[in-house]
């Protein structure tokens, strides 16, 4: 069947400014996996390391990018997912498929070694910790602060309620199903 729509059909109407990567297309966050092969200039990493690949994606040479603030980068992009300005059709040339494709090209900086006594889908799971901690700490200080956290129960909750609790907040109101 061709894929003449899909539940992402408007898309393009509703966010003009965040392209979809072109099709054919393949879409997928936070994949956890085994290094296959590397490039020339690589020199952390190594076929049969085990990793956690980042899907944050940047030209890696302006200054957001040198002071590691890759989201004011103009060349922003979930790989797998979707960009913020039109720049984010060079980042699909460059880095092309999402975490369900059977392979994913990545930049070096965006690799993430994992230790052997950590699985992968519990790896795949660390960009969302991820943004747990960062919104933390963009709050500052929380020891003895009050905190709420809607949607306590999922991956994205309970990583900020545990980070929460070890940044000192004194107090939790966990919002969550059951």
């Known amino acids: 069947v061709p894929n003449l729509a899909n539940v992402l059909n408007n898309w393009e109407n509703w966010y003009p400014h965040q392209p979809l990567p072109p099709k054919p297309a393949t879409f ?34 302006c200054h957001a990018c040198a002071s590691g603030n890759q989201m004011k980068c103009d060349y922003f992009t979930f790989a797998g ?7 984010s059709l060079e980042i699909y040339k460059r880095y092309p498929g999402g975490g369900f494709a059977q392979f994913m090209r990545a930049p070096q900086s965006a690799i993430v070694k994992i230790p052997d006594n950590m699985t992968f889908p519990q790896a795949a799971r660390m960009g969302y910790l991820g943004t747990s901690y960062s919104a933390l700490k963009k709050l500052g200080n929380l020891a003895g602060k009050s905190l709420i956290i809607n949607g306590a129960t999922g991956t994205l909750g ?21």
Not at 49 to 58: A, E, K, T, W
Not at 81 to 87: A, M, P, S, V
Request: charged residues 15%.
């Open 28 to 61: 997928g966050l936070d994949p956890a996996g085994i290094v296959h092969e590397v490039g020339e200039q690589v020199v952390a990493l190594k076929p049969g390391d085990r990793v956690y690949v980042n899907p944050l994606r940047s030209c890696g040479a």
């Open 81 to 87: 997912y979707f960009g913020f300005n039109r720049n």
């Open 158 to 178: 309970v990583g900020a309620t545990m980070f929460a609790l070890a940044m000192g907040i004194s107090t939790i109101y966990a919002v969550a199903r059951g």
